[in-house]
Nanobody, 119 residues
Framework: QVQLVESGGGLVQAGDSLRLSCAAS????????MGWFRQAPGKEREFVAS????????RYADSVKGRFTISKDNAKNTVSLQMNSLKPEDTAVYYC????????????WGQGTQVTVSS
């Protein structure tokens, strides 16, 4: 079974930066892709960014393009999200997730980490 644990959330001011990390564990961890999602109060969970595990191809939500960068370390089984120029609307619980195939949904989820951006 795959376990994902996020870290790095916190309270920052608008314009600041924050780096989230996700550590994955499991006997055979080799996902197709890893992703970051977020959920703000009263809103549905939304996609933020993803990266394929072997090729490193990335995708971003339009709302974070140019500000957020997703990266991975295959040797350490970690994925990170560097968030720059944070805005109050980035406030949310951020979740790390993994999917085993492009044909399957994200099946493994972390517990989430809170990011709060004050204006």
């Amino acid at each position: 079974q795959v376990q994902l644990v996020e870290s790095g959330g916190g309270l920052v001011q608008a314009g600041d930066s924050l780096r989230l990390s996700c550590a994955a564990s499991g006997r055979t961890f080799s996902p197709y892709a890893m992703g970051w999602f977020r959920q703000a109060p009263g809103k549905e969970r939304e996609f933020v960014a993803s990266i394929t595990w072997s090729g490193g191809s990335t995708r971003y939500a339009d709302s974070v393009k140019g500000r957020f960068t997703i990266s991975k370390d295959n040797a350490k089984n970690t994925v990170s999200l560097q968030m720059n120029s944070l805005k109050p609307e980035d406030t949310a619980v951020y979740y790390c997730a993994a999917r085993n195939s492009i044909l399957r949904e994200y099946a493994y989820w972390g517990q989430g980490t809170q990011v709060t951006v004050s204006s």
